[in-house]
């Protein structure tokens, strides 16, 4: 066998794999992580860069690469089957799904948060146009809500909080992630419809003015919903939770602002300048920035 340094050093090499995943693909999670404790960062980093490879597989790189929907499905099914072999057995020779399990296997992200997010990126690979609500409920679970329990499984990690508490803080966790994809489908809408031939938001009908006011509505309540309960959470990942959500709400005010003839024809952003003075007024207000 053998040493286990062997094993602490591709595992050091993956998460690091992860950390450049992260700081390439996003500028404003990628700020609100760095007021994380480094154990915490390093373990959302993981997580980040996971799902981003498994976004990557169905919004474009891959088909680029050649691949025809078939071979993006089969790719898409491997880096699944991968992803479960490894987190019972906690080595992967892809270093990204290495370094998710590695911290899946600590904090207790198992097989029933990893499926959901699977099948609603599977379900990229289908027609996504004219959705039910219910079927655009499902979608946004497992490509989002998942994804903030799998960040909630990270920040209590070694922290002991009653069942009710908990029960409140994945609430608050699946709202934020709801936010956050929301805002993601209104940024995207131009290229989902052009280029992807997507519609996320359920009807049949084009997306329109009255139906941007409703997004962004529910988008506010689901941040207000995030933000009731940040007080619950460890002080390590309050301020970074605080920040991110401070973040998209910026940008989903600029979305309100923002026509949908604008919105297909930009991808809105916040200016640099403004993220600053946000991340400056969550570090002089903490948790209630």
């Given amino acids: 066998?053998?040493?286990?340094?062997?094993?602490?050093?591709?595992?050091?090499?993956?998460?690091?794999?992860?950390?450049?995943?992260l700081g390439a693909y996003s500028t404003s999670f990628s700020m609100a992580t760095r007021l994380l404790p480094p154990d915490q960062r390093s373990m959302i980093e993981d997580v980040y860069a996971l799902v981003r490879v498994a976004d990557e597989i169905v919004?474009?790189?891959?088909?680029?690469?050649?691949?025809?929907?078939?071979g993006c499905r089969a790719t898409l099914d491997a880096l699944e089957a991968e992803?479960?072999?490894?987190?019972?057995?906690?080595?992967?020779?892809?270093?990204?799904?290495?370094?998710?399990?590695?911290?899946?296997?600590?904090?207790?992200?198992?097989?029933?948060?990893?499926?959901?997010?699977?099948?609603?990126?599977?379900?990229?690979?289908?027609?996504?146009?004219?959705?039910?609500?219910?079927e655009y409920r499902t979608y946004v679970h497992?490509?989002?809500?998942?994804v903030g329990l799998m960040c909630l499984c990270v920040f209590l990690?070694?922290?002991?909080?009653?069942?009710?508490?908990?029960?409140r803080l994945e609430h608050g966790a699946c709202r934020l992630g709801a936010a956050f994809q929301k805002i993601n489908f209104l940024r995207d809408l131009g290229d989902d419809e052009s280029r992807l031939g997507r519609a996320y938001f359920p009807g049949n009908g084009a997306f329109d003015e009255a139906r941007k006011a409703q997004v962004v509505a529910e988008i506010d309540a689901d941040l207000a919903a995030a933000r009731a309960v940040l007080p619950l959470l460890p002080a390590g990942p309050r301020r970074a939770t605080a920040l991110a959500a401070g973040l998209?709400?910026?940008?989903?005010?600029?979305?309100?602002?923002?026509?949908?003839?604008?919105?297909?024809?930009?991808?809105?952003?916040?200016?640099?300048?403004?993220k600053l003075r946000i991340v400056a007024t969550t570090l002089a207000g903490g948790a209630r920035a």
């Fill in 157 to 167: 990690h070694g922290t002991s909080v009653t069942p009710e508490v908990r029960e």
């Fill in 59 to 70: 919004d474009g790189p891959a088909h680029e690469a050649g691949l025809a929907a078939d």
């Fill in 248 to 274: 998209f709400g910026a940008l989903n005010e600029r979305l309100k602002r923002t026509p949908c003839a604008g919105l297909r024809a930009q991808r809105v952003s916040v200016p640099a300048a403004v």
């Fill in 142 to 146: 497992g490509s989002a809500e998942v």
């Fill in 83 to 134: 992803t479960c072999a490894a987190l019972h057995s906690g080595f992967s020779a892809n270093v990204v799904v290495h370094a998710f399990a590695d911290t899946a296997r600590a904090v207790g992200i198992d097989e029933p948060l990893v499926h959901p997010f699977f099948a609603s990126m599977r379900r990229d690979l289908e027609p996504l146009t004219g959705l039910s609500d219910a």
């Fill in 1 to 21: 066998m053998r040493p286990s340094t062997s094993l602490a050093l591709y595992s050091r090499t993956a998460h690091a794999a992860a950390s450049h995943v």
